[in-house]
């Protein structure tokens, strides 16, 4: 979930209303009003909808949503007449590029930040942490085109932002706190992604940092867009969402040509829809005429078709909608969820808690007061982290996604413990202790069945620990076992231990091995263990 803090200066001048009407509405269109404070308000959208991560887009929307201003927003994008190159060798290493020229920025405080925000935003909710997606945003009169998207080597030399001195890229990466943050995307390459300009001036050092030279102020009044990534449709996604939002503001977007292609095109798409499937869905009886009004109230452009279909044109900036019921879902939200009718449920029954459930929630409490924070790890991930990382052979029972849309998911996970030790390596630079614990579903040979797993990290972290708390667990849960040898190369010899209960392994504890410690970049011990949740007494048989 993003948390965008809507300034009510900034968000009445563009939406041409009063706070407290845009604030009893905003929850209506999808919203989660956080906190209230004098200047400003943090609201949470779903991360499906990273449009409305600016105040520009929320703007955009509520100007429909209140019926000030409905129907499709039209964007004229002109030929600025500047190009882009795009070297051929980075093509195994961030092949993509997205750009625009936007022209008559007027910055203020609200504005600079809310576009600020923005940007970090979509590299959350679009660029999954800048590895798939990075934006660079550049005082455009700072810098002399053509610009050039280029490898080039380690020891290159510039400014970062921020920063006074010049560093090369490889120094950028430790001295440098986004260097540091964001290395482990491009460490591993042999050259690394540069943006200059023709007099050779860095830009961007992508997905790492900006050049101090092409800093944006509150008097910059033009902008030079880059959007970089390793994948192309999200890359013109994130530009796009950035360029409509600009030109909300009152900026003018001018195209620039990428190795003969012309970016952005800001043109909606087009598909028809049925009336009556979505009268089924939503359960309201609408008419052509009626459905093409509430889904013009969402910002669509959208046309009677006859009588039972609808011709939508769907937003540039709309990357949510992938099926007719994205639309459908935007119908009912535009009728207005307080306007259904309450009606009773023809049948009726009497639920009880599942079993799973209540271990699950008996779990936490025990994990809770040892003094575990818990955490709520992905369930997809890779057979790096979960198998190579851990010493441990991979499985051939490992259910794989068949189209994986990184890396970095690509199996659905049969432990907890590595995801564990990877949440561990993202908060490496926090303070210490760190004890950490997750309970939930995994697969196993297609069968679905829970575990726990509990870290713990700190310079005197060792098998005591691991053993006293996993025994404390055991314990609590009514788990009668032994302690038996272990062989998990996951963890050092002579200081790990299998969990044994009537003669079957159902977990294991110890000390991290030095080698895992190393892959996951963790600097000090680690205690850890997992448990297999089938061996509680009352779990359910299946």
């Not at 009677?304 to 009912?332: K, N, S």
């Not at 970095?408 to 926090?430: A, C, D, G």
């Not at 788990?479 to 996951?490: P, R």
Request: charged share 25%; glycine share 6%; with cysteine.
């Amino acid at each position: 979930m993003a948390i965008i803090s809507l300034s009510y200066k900034y968000l009445e001048r563009l939406i041409g209303t009063d706070r407290d009407t845009i604030l009893k509405r905003l929850p209506m269109i999808g919203s989660e009003v956080e906190r209230l404070e004098e200047d400003h308000a943090d609201v949470e959208f779903f991360p499906n909808r990273p449009d409305l991560f600016s105040v520009e887009g929320v703007a955009r929307a509520m100007r429909g949503f209140l019926d000030i201003e409905a129907g499709l927003p039209v964007y004229s994008v002109k030929p600025s007449g500047i190009s882009f190159t795009v070297d051929p060798n980075l093509k195994n290493i961030r092949p993509f590029l997205a750009s625009a020229v936007i022209r008559n920025v007027s910055f203020d405080d609200e504005s600079i930040l809310s576009v600020m925000a923005l940007q970090e935003a979509l590299h959350w909710a679009v660029g999954r942490g800048r590895s798939k997606v990075a934006i660079g945003i550049h005082d455009l009169d700072t810098i002399t085109a053509p610009f050039h998207y280029k490898a080039a080597l380690r020891s290159r030399k510039f400014v970062p932002l921020d920063f006074t001195k010049e560093l090369t890229l490889d120094e950028i990466l430790i001295e440098h706190p986004k260097g540091r943050d964001y290395a482990k995307i491009v460490k591993d390459f042999a050259f690394f992604p540069l943006i200059t300009d023709n007099e050779d001036n860095v830009c961007s050092f992508p997905p790492i940092i900006n050049g101090e030279r092409t800093r944006v102020t509150t008097g910059t009044k033009n902008i030079l867009l880059d959007v970089t990534g390793t994948d192309q449709r999200a890359v013109n996604v994130a530009a796009n969402i950035i360029c409509t939002a600009m030109a909300e503001a009152g900026a003018t977007i001018e195209s620039v040509e990428i190795n003969g292609d012309v970016i952005p095109n800001l043109n909606p798409s087009e598909r028809t829809v049925s009336v009556r499937e979505c009268t089924d869905l939503v359960g309201v009886d609408l008419s052509a005429p009626q459905m093409a009004g509430l889904l013009e109230k969402m910002r669509f452009g959208a046309q009677p078709v006859g009588t039972d279909e609808v011709r939508v044109q769907v937003p540039c900036y709309r990357a949510d909608i992938m099926h007719d019921w994205d639309l459908f879902e935007d119908v009912a939200i535009a009728y207005g969820y307080e306007n259904f009718s309450v009606e009773v449920p023809p049948t009726f029954s009497i639920g009880t808690e599942n079993p799973v459930n209540t271990i699950a929630a008996q779990v936490r409490m025990i994990l809770a007061g040892l003094g575990y924070l818990e955490m709520m790890p992905f369930t997809l991930t890779n057979e790096k982290v979960l198998c190579d990382y851990l010493n441990r052979p991979r499985c051939s029972s490992t259910l794989h996604l068949m189209h994986p849309i990184s890396e970095e998911y690509t199996v659905v996970r049969t432990e907890i413990l590595p995801l564990l030790l990877e949440m561990l390596q993202v908060n490496r630079h926090r303070e210490l202790p760190q004890r950490l614990f997750a309970t939930g579903d995994v697969l196993s040979d297609l069968k679905t069945n829970q575990r726990l797993a509990a870290v713990s990290t700190h310079t005197v972290a060792d098998f005591s620990e691991a053993y006293a708390n996993a025994d404390a667990v055991l314990r609590e849960l009514g788990i009668t076992y032994v302690a038996e040898v272990s062989d998990d190369e996951a963890f050092i010899e002579g200081r790990r231990a299998d969990i044994v209960v009537d003669g079957k392994k159902v977990g294991v504890c110890g000390e991290i091995h030095p080698a895992v410690l190393i892959a996951f970049e963790l600097e000090q011990p680690v205690a850890a263990f997992e448990l297999d949740l089938r061996a509680v007494p009352g779990y359910p048989s299946r």
